[in-house]
């Protein structure tokens, strides 16, 4: 089981709550205002931004990808 | 269950503006609820008008969205009608204080196990930024150009007084405590206040150049102590709980009423 970042761009509204209160500065906001994360690499899945988010527009999943140890 | 499962779903995305503490509060709700382990089914929220009213909307609970001021009202009938549901009621600090406010101090006397959640943005937002008894003196609206002369009202101080037996505060910030104070209000056995600090950039942000959500939050952040830690300076944020007391519970007390008296019958 991995962890994973998803994001819902059709509800994010851009207010870069979530990007500024990223411990790790996972997120960013791209040109159309919607998030992504460029460093997602970074991200130790402390679940602020998801807690944050007003819009209800990312959660933390975990995925049946293996992991990269696991491989 | 996952968060998205208590929403419905095809009323996103919510009405409220991009930033709006209303979310916030929404989504920590329902991780309340989650943690809880509650089920839809045993869930009432009651609301009355505003946008933090709007929240009854969004989740799949039962729901009632009634008048501005008098949800409190609605959820004692609710409560009454059948005790084992958790009736949570979401309001606005103009719906809780101004219009509601004596539906506020009396629900808190009679201690019915009712869970307000005062949303406090310090303005009433869905008509247009008119200030709001939570209002801080000096502060703009569009009805305080040169700033409010009244005196606001202390959530938390009105709630206790008036004999609310579970009394928080936290902000939109603290999400991790806002989750955990929201539980134990719910699981509190009586009238439970939870005052929450929730910016509305939109007009409260925009009307005293406090910058955007996020400086909203950093504001949140910066002022805030726990209990007994801070120094009194103006504009400090207490935030913790102030009060949690078991004290007889209405419904328990109507029901052994119900039972004392048609024992003496017999
Ligand atoms: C009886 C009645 N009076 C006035 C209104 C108009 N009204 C609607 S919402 C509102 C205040 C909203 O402010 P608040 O309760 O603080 O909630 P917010 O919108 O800020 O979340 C008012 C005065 C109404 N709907 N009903
Ligand atoms: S989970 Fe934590 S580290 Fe990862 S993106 Fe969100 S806030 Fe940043
Ligand atoms: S906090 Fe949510 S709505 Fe705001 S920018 Fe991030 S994902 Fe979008
Ligand atoms: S007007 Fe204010 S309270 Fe209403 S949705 Fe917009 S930001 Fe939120």
Redesign the pocket.
């Known amino acids: 089981m991995k962890k994973k970042l998803k994001f819902n761009r059709d509800w994010c509204k851009g207010c870069g709550i979530c990007v500024e209160f990223c411990p790790k500065n996972v997120l960013e906001l791209d040109d159309e205002l919607k998030i992504y994360a460029p460093r997602s690499g970074d991200c130790i899945f402390c679940k602020m931004c998801e807690l944050r988010c007003p819009d209800i527009a990312i959660q933390i999943i975990e995925t049946q990808e293996e992991s990269d140890e696991e491989k | 269950m996952a968060v998205t499962d208590y929403l419905r779903e095809q009323f996103m995305p919510h009405i409220w503006c991009p930033g709006c503490g209303?979310g916030i509060v929404l989504n920590s709700l329902v991780r309340a609820v989650e943690q809880i382990g509650l089920e839809k089914n045993d869930v009432v929220m009651v609301s009355?008008?505003?946008?933090?009213?709007r929240m009854a909307g969004y989740l799949d609970f039962h729901t009632m969205h009634t008048?501005?001021?008098r949800a409190l009202a609605f959820a004692t009938g609710a409560k009454m009608g059948n005790p084992r549901l958790k009736v949570i009621v979401p309001?606005?600090?103009?719906?809780?204080l101004?219009?509601g406010g004596n539906h506020f101090i009396h629900a808190a006397r009679r201690n019915m196990d009712l869970t307000a959640i005062v949303?406090n943005?310090n303005?009433?937002?869905?008509?247009g930024g008119?200030f709001?008894p939570a209002t801080p003196k000096n502060r703009y609206a569009t009805t305080a150009p040169y700033g409010t002369i009244d005196e606001p009202f202390d959530v938390v101080k009105v709630a206790t007084a008036a004999g609310a037996s579970f009394v928080a505060r936290s902000t939109t910030y603290h999400v991790n405590e806002l989750i955990k104070l929201i539980r134990e209000g719910i699981e509190h056995p009586g009238f439970s206040v939870i005052e929450i600090l929730d910016q509305?950039p939109t007009y409260y942000g925009r009307k005293n150049l406090s910058g955007s959500a996020v400086d909203m939050l950093k504001h949140f952040k910066e002022n805030s102590v726990k209990i007994g830690k801070g120094t009194g300076a103006p504009g400090e944020i207490e935030i913790g709980v102030f009060v949690k007391e078991v004290r007889p519970e209405y419904c328990d007390k109507y029901e052994s009423l119900v039972k004392e008296v048609q024992g003496g019958k017999k």
């Open positions: 209303h009355g008008i505003g946008c933090s009213a008048l501005h001021g309001m606005g600090d103009g719906d809780a101004a219009i949303m943005n303005i009433y937002g869905m008509t008119q709001s509305c």
